[in-house]
Structures are given as C-alpha cells and as structure tokens.
DNA sequence: ATGTGTGAATTACTTCACAGCG
DNA sequence: CGCTGTGAAGTAATTCACACAT
C-alpha cells in the first residue's frame, strides 16, 4: 500500500469501481445528472462519503445541481486506468475458473481474459467460449510477451501460493485471488481476496447472536 | 449494523474467519500452538491486531507460550456460530451458480448448500453433484420449512434485487450476492458483496499510477 | 526469555456544517 | 434555493509499549 503522505487511502480507492458502476448503471437508464445524495442512497453510502471521495481528485461537480452522470463517470474511469481494457491471463480451469472464463461482465468494464490456463492435461484444449484452456508451462512466455500485469488466480489453496509466485516471477503485479487462502507477495505487488466462505462466517456471526438474542432476552 | 455502545466492530467480525481458516490449515499439519506474531505472518496481519481483535471476546491464549491452536480454533468457531452447519439456499444456477454449488470447500466450513433455485425451465432438473436445480417458485416453501437464515444469489444484476426481496419475505437475514449491483435490504438483514470486477478495478488504480510514475519519474 | 492482554497514543476514516457558487 | 467542496470536529481502528504471567 502506497503510505506516501497525500497518497489516496485505499477505502476510496475501492469505493470508486462502485460509483462508476452505479453511475453506469444511471447513465444506461438515460439519467443525466445526479446528486451525491440520490448516488448515494443507491448504493448505501452518505452523501458526504461520496463529495470527500471525489473530492481527492478534483472538482467533477456543479453547485445546486449534480454532477453530470457521462462526465463524472468518464473522469472515474479515467482515475481507475480504464481509458483502455486490460488483459489478464486466468489460472485454474475447473469448475470456478471455467465460470470465470465464461463470465459476460468482465469485458465490458475494461477486464479482457486473454489466456486460461491450467496444469491438468485433461483440461488442456477445452474450449471456454472463445478462449482454450492452455498447459500452464505456456503461461510465462504469455506474460511477457503480453506484459500482462493482472492475474485471476482459481486453483486449490494448496497450490494458491506456487501459482502466485510464479506469476509475480514473470511481471504480474495485480492478482484477484479465488483460492481459500491468503497469500504472500513481495512490495509493489496488489493483491485482493475473494472469499465467500469467510463473508458467511462473518454473517453467521451475527445470525447466531441475533437467536441467542432472542433464546435469553 | 449492531451500534451498541459495547458490540464488536465488524472489522473485527470479518477477519475471524481468516484466523480460524488460518489455524484449521495449522491443525491440519499437526502445529500445536502459534503465536500471535505467526499467525499474524501468516494471514498478513500484525500481532498487535490478533491479539487486540481476540480480547474482545476473552483470554485464549497463554503469556509465554502463545495459542493453543485446537483451542482458538474451537473459541472461535463456537464465536461464528459454526458449532453447527447453517443450511443456505441458492439462487441461480448459471455458470456461477453451478459453480457453487459443486464447490467442495462450503461443507467443511459449516455452510451446507441445500438447494439451488433457478427460474429458467431449460435449467431445471439439472444435476449438481447431489443437488437437482429446482424451480424458483419452490424457495419459498424451502425456506420457510427449513428454517433457512442464509442465501447465496448468483443472477444477473437486474434481477438481483427482486430475488434478494423474496428471499427477504421469506425470512432469510442474510445474504451472499454475487450479482454486480448493490441490493438494498430492510434493517436486520445482513449482505456481503462479491465483486471481482469492483476488486480488479481498485487494482488497476495503482497501477495505472506506477505506469505513470514510470513514464514522468 | 517469551509472548499475552490492554490502556494509552496514534493514525485513519467519516460526518458535520457551512461558505460559496450556479 | 439546492447542492457541491472542504476545513474542522468527531469516531473508529490500529499500533504502541509495557505490566504481568509462565
């Protein structure tokens, strides 16, 4: 994590993929302008949250009316590096990798899978709409020649930790990580973790209180 | 979100279940006791917070020695509710759906999967594992015979928010979505969001950055 | 020695509240 | 007026640092 001292603090930086989704979404429906306010009751955050966010990265909003919904969500965008699509190779091929693969969402917002991979031979040559699955010794050459910089990793945790390093290795400096295990990489190198098994637990946390709750009181 | 003035922040709440992942995998190599520098090591996380998150519920380990790991483990599973299996119903039986519901790795956490819903006619009938993809107007019934308190959604976005309020009606309180949207749900109810493409974007910040940085620096 | 548990200090994040602009 | 942008105020979360137990 960037600590320079005037460094955005990260929390913005993943609010901001959701107000350009939702903005999306606003601009599809033909809505021209928004206020933080309605913005924000849209996706659960105060309106306030939403000004001092957009507020580290300049002024994108009009007084007494809003903020113009194509123009706010364009300097989004633009913040998030999306003027053009990125490309990222997946590793895993099995039932959630080969879902991922076929996932229709990704393109749109500027995520381009471009190679999956997997180190089983029988799922080598599967053909995942228009990808196929390649061996995963084919994997490096693909990240340098592509200078690929962000990875989806959907392998068993047991092999999470070898197939990360392994990319890092070969330039890979973002990985959105499906494997139930938190992994270690050097600086400068992003990680973010998908898990749903641990979302439920922290759900299953307050379900349980809330019938204790109701057993004692 | 429980404010009371003594509750446990939901920071807290959702980094126990990585702890206890973290010590199941240590049980599972047979490591007897760990100190909170380690497991902190392991789970990227710092002793001082292990430690502090722990105390909100108790005294677990021992000054010297550190944890018992079968002990936290067993403290924290019991803190989460997971002395018993929590039955989950889901919705949508598309790539990712389907994908769910063959993932191994919910059973073992105490998440039991006992029923997938789709609306499509075409889907129903279909096999997942020992599961039969069932049609949507049957989760009612489910639910509420079974008791069901938790659910994982996996619809496209624009019918995210219809099937997050039936399920609502029905007396779920807490719901997994993978739909990319934010659904809106009445108080007592609990949601987690699964995003890849929000998490990829918040990657492709930073490094959108460094290329910059590169290219001026 | 080693490593917990915890008040105190620090840092980070959110909300308030209002000047000022359209 | 209505709504932004933003310092200041208020909360929340993290880290420090050390007494104390083994």
Known sequence: ??????????????????YARSLAYLAEEGVRSVSSQELGERIGVTAA??????SY?????KQ?????VEYLLGHIRRI?????????????????GRAIARYEGFRSRGID????FDADPTKIGMELGKLRVQPNTDLPAMIRQ???????VAVPAHLAQEVVDGLVENGVQGILNYAPVVVQVPEGVWVRHIDPVALLH???????????RAHTG
């Open 1 to 18: 994590m960037d600590v320079s001292p005037n460094a955005i603090p990260d929390v913005v930086v993943r609010r901001l993929p959701i």
């Open 49 to 54: 949250q939403i000004r001092k966010d957009l």
């Open 57 to 61: 990265f300049g002024e994108f909003g």
């Open 64 to 68: 007494g009316i809003g903020y113009n």
């Open 80 to 96: 998030l590096g999306l003027n053009e699509a990125w490309p990222v190779v997946l590793v895993g091929a099995g039932h959630l």
């Open 113 to 116: 899978i471009v190679g999956v």
């Open 146 to 152: 592509q200078h690929i910089r962000l990875a989806i």
């Open 202 to 212: 922290s759900m299953t946390y307050y379900l349980a209180r809330e019938e204790e």
